[in-house]
């Protein structure tokens, strides 16, 4: 791994098979994974944009074989001209993906095979309790932002989910950055930590795209996202490069944060001061809800989606 000498990376990889993204490194979800990769490989023509070269020459293949009134032109379209393809994505033609019921896949940013069951029994309460000095600074740095963060949403959780999930999304895109230039640089192996901690920055930006389907931003609040982006953004990348410790021991800290207003969101839902809509279709593709799950079902996964999070940075912070 990039963060630790070489000599521990043997160690580390073998505790990250436990520690790390669910769907990189447990086998907890090996079964259903092979389910859906079983049912992708046999119903898609494609299998994802690594291969959309290949597939590229397979159609300038067919092209040309139709051109000259080849087998593949017969058999393909029955001696008419095959339909227009619209080429949609740099250049190449996006493969048509279906769901196991038969219907179109219609998510662009997420795949079949990148959907997950999130792990409900994961521990909730666990704390890692402050005790070096860079813990303790951590500690007090994420619960001194809790408090303007509880003034401006008050018990607006929706609102607060969904604006919160803006910030979380970067800290492992910036970790992930970082450790990808430094494994450039340094001609080193990163031990599987740019993956799992760019893969945490797109769960988080899942959280958001659904949390956004739920409670729609005002203005304001966008300009805050502009406002406070910029200032985290930055104020995260200098602290990653002064400490990867302090930045990870940051990130868990926050996590806590995140799972507890998770747990407050569950209350108000339970009380019915938040109406427990249906869940968004996206919400229900990407972790696999039943078709009649609810927001609170929606809440319950992300909320093991953060607990997850907060056990990956403060092992990351121990080791690093
Ligand atoms: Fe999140
Ligand atoms: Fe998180």
């Not at 979800?29 to 490989?41: D, M, P, R």
């Not at 019915?272 to 972790?287: H, L, M, Q, R």
Request: hydrophobic share 40%; proline share 4%.
């Amino acid at each position: 791994m990039m963060m630790m000498s070489r000599g521990a990376t043997t160690a580390v990889r073998s505790a990250m098979a436990v520690q790390t993204s669910p769907r990189l490194f447990t086998t907890d979800f090996l079964g259903s994974e092979k389910a859906v990769a079983a049912w992708w490989l046999t119903s898609s023509p494609v299998h994802g944009a690594r291969n959309a070269s290949t597939m590229t020459l397979r159609d300038k293949q067919q092209k040309e074989e139709a051109a000259d009134g080849g087998p593949s032109a017969a058999a393909s379209s029955g001696g008419q001209k095959p339909p227009k393809e619209v080429v949609s994505y740099w250049g190449v033609q996006s493969p048509k993906v279906t769901k196991e019921d038969g219907t179109e896949w219609k998510w662009n940013c997420f795949r079949p095979w990148e959907t997950y069951e999130a792990d409900l029994s994961i521990d909730l309460h666990k704390h890692h309790t402050p005790t070096t000095f860079l813990d303790k600074f951590a500690f007090w740095t994420v619960k001194s932002l809790r408090f303007p963060t509880d003034v401006f949403f008050q018990r607006r959780y929706g609102c607060r989910a969904m604006m919160l999930e803006t910030v979380a999304a970067v800290p492992g895109m910036v970790g992930g950055m970082l450790l990808h230039c430094k494994s450039l640089r340094r001609f080193e192996h990163s031990g599987g930590w740019i993956k799992a901690l760019l893969e945490e920055a797109e769960n988080e930006r899942m959280h958001l795209m659904t949390f956004m389907e739920v409670a729609k931003p005002k203005w304001y609040e966008r300009a805050l996202v502009f406002t406070v982006q910029g200032v985290f953004f930055n104020a995260y990348f200098l602290a990653y490069l002064a400490s990867p410790k302090l930045a990870h021991r940051i990130t868990g800290y926050l996590e806590e944060e995140a799972i507890h207003s998770y747990t407050e969101f569950l209350k108000e839902l339970d009380k019915g001061n938040i109406e427990n809509v249906k869940a968004p279709a996206i919400a229900i593709d990407y972790w696999r809800l039943p078709a009649d799950a609810t927001l609170r079902d929606v809440v319950m996964v992300v909320r093991a989606d953060e607990a997850h999070h907060r056990d990956v940075n403060h092992f990351a912070s121990v080791i690093v």
